[in-house]
């Protein structure tokens, strides 16, 4: 597609319930990205792939928390038995890798899906 | 570790007004990639620019510029003019290379500027 899109935008969800968050990146881009925004806060690295594999999931919070890019395309993000400090924006961004440098790839966001944990 | 300070929490100004956003970062590495991303209030982050390490040319781009000193570890943003439709939180970023070949960005906590008109 034309941007990373992401779906639920919003997501409303009782304590204890499991989610999925999607992510469908831009068409070709090699690299997919998981963040976590928190209100007033800049976004904090989760996890990435590099097409199907999942590089580096340093940044997964707990065991609770999975991501899964089984087609080297779409991704979920997956949070089980889901607590109220898990509320926070998802973000997810993809970048193209090519000959350059990798650092110096740009990673274009989606517009987020906003979780609420009551 | 690599970090990055945005010391500023919020800004007002008048339109019209010039403003700087601060972006002070932290790392041990030589090669490395600075990023401001802008979050209008709509959600989505929006790229506006990237610069290396080995680059130190400040650069302009309409009524912005971007102040790059390695001696000081700083990135600033320069808004010139500023317009109600700057209005939004502005996030500075860095990337590395330490972290492998697809290194993670690392993100200040966000200036949040608002222009009144």
């Known amino acids: 597609g034309a941007g990373v899109s992401q779906s639920p935008r919003y997501k409303v969800t009782k304590r204890g319930q499991d989610v999925a968050l999607r992510c469908d990146p831009i068409?070709?881009?090699?690299?997919l990205y998981w963040y976590r925004q928190a209100l007033g806060q800049g976004p904090e690295f989760l996890t990435y792939?590099?097409?199907?594999?999942?590089?580096?999931k340093s940044g997964l919070p707990n065991d609770r928390f999975s991501a899964e890019r089984p087609e080297g395309s779409i991704s979920t993000l997956t949070i089980q038995r889901t607590e109220q400090r898990d509320s926070a924006m998802y973000r997810c961004?993809?970048?193209?890798?090519?000959?350059?440098?990798?650092?110096?790839?740009?990673?274009?966001f989606g517009a987020g899906s906003r979780l609420t944990v009551l | 570790a690599q970090k990055v300070t945005q010391a500023q929490t919020e800004i007002s100004v008048v339109e019209k007004e010039d403003v700087t956003l601060d972006c002070v970062y932290e790392?041990?590495?030589?090669?490395?990639?600075l990023f401001w991303y802008k979050q209008p209030p709509s959600g989505e982050l929006v790229f506006l620019i990237r610069?290396?390490?080995?680059?130190?040319q400040n650069e302009i781009s309409g009524r912005y510029s971007w102040n790059f000193q390695k001696s000081t570890s700083s990135f600033n943003f320069t808004i010139t003019a500023s317009q109600v439709v700057d209005s939004a939180v502005y996030f500075c970023?860095?990337?590395?290379?330490?972290?492998?070949?697809?290194?993670?960005?690392?993100f200040g906590k966000g200036i949040t500027l608002s222009v009144r008109p």
């Open positions: 961004a993809s970048s193209l890798t090519t000959g350059r440098p990798s650092g110096a790839n740009v990673l274009t």
């Open positions: 790392t041990r590495d030589t090669t490395y990639y």
């Open positions: 610069r290396n390490s080995f680059d130190e």
């Open positions: 068409s070709g881009h090699v690299s």
């Open positions: 792939f590099n097409y199907e594999a999942q590089q580096d």
């Open positions: 970023a860095l990337k590395t290379s330490s972290t492998g070949a697809n290194s993670k960005l690392t």
